[in-house]
């Protein structure tokens, strides 16, 4: 069966730091991989997305997630973190065709001034 | 409007009460998804749509459960004998098309009291 699991419940980074949010996953067949944003009272927004092909993906506001097939993991990283970036992340795992997700249970990044 | 709204955004009812809720998706958006978030939780598969029909509906958890999109646009979430476990926000999302990105409204909270 697919899982999910994001091993760290809450993260606190300095702003300027880097920062590394993890994600594992289980799945039969070759995943699709997301990594969402939840801001509090927002939804959730795409950050990135692998499908195929490099397993350095970049997204928006400066993220990038590398795909390791040998550790079935797909971490989210940024060099610099901004206050901004304060929120809660989830990985997911998805089948083609489809946007039914496996989500984990998220990740809240709390970032000091 | 530009995004997928939901409403209402808060509903409180009484435990045994029939609850509605409501998905404007974007608009010419074929493919809709209702997800339900507990808290601490990440997000829940329910029901996906491809059109009016249901393409998938494993994700309902019981038969209390039913979503309706009888026109291919707006969508329904019905919810009848509402339990206390039912708390929860409910997140829809769209998509143009079944593997394009979706996006998610901000969610109804429902608290079953």
């Known amino acids: 069966a697919q899982s999910v699991t994001q091993p760290d419940i809450h993260i606190t980074v300095s702003e300027g730091a880097s920062l590394e949010l993890r994600c594992n996953y289980s799945?039969?067949?070759?995943?699709?991989l997301f990594w969402y944003v939840q801001s509090p009272g927002q939804g959730l927004q795409l950050l990135l997305k692998?499908?195929?092909?490099?397993?350095l993906v970049q997204g928006i506001k400066g993220f990038e997630a590398e795909f390791k097939r040998s550790q079935s993991s797909f971490n989210l990283r940024k060099p610099s973190v901004h206050w901004s970036d304060a929120a809660e992340y989830f990985c997911?795992?998805?089948?083609?065709?489809?946007?039914?997700?496996?989500f984990g249970t998220g990740t809240r990044l709390k970032v000091l001034a | 409007g530009a995004g997928v709204s939901q409403t209402p955004s808060n509903k409180v009812t009484e435990k045994g009460k029939y609850v509605e809720l409501r998905c404007d998706p974007i608009?010419?958006?074929?493919?809709l998804y209702w997800y339900r978030q507990s808290l601490g939780q990440g997000p829940e598969f329910l029901i996906y749509?491809?059109?009016?029909?249901?393409?998938?509906d494993s994700g309902l958890p019981n038969d209390r459960f039913f979503a309706v999109r009888p026109e291919g646009s707006v969508s329904t979430l019905k919810i009848q004998r509402t339990e206390r476990g039912d708390s929860a926000v409910y997140l829809c999302?769209?998509?143009?098309?079944?593997?394009?990105?979706?996006?998610f409204g901000q969610g109804t909270r429902l608290t079953v009291v």
């Open positions: 999302a769209s998509s143009l098309t079944s593997n394009t990105e979706a996006f």
């Open positions: 749509f491809q059109g009016t029909g249901a393409a998938d």
């Open positions: 608009s010419g958006h074929t493919a």
């Open positions: 692998y499908f195929s092909g490099d397993t």
């Open positions: 799945y039969g067949a070759t995943p699709y």
């Open positions: 997911a795992v998805g089948t083609s065709g489809t946007y039914k997700y496996i």
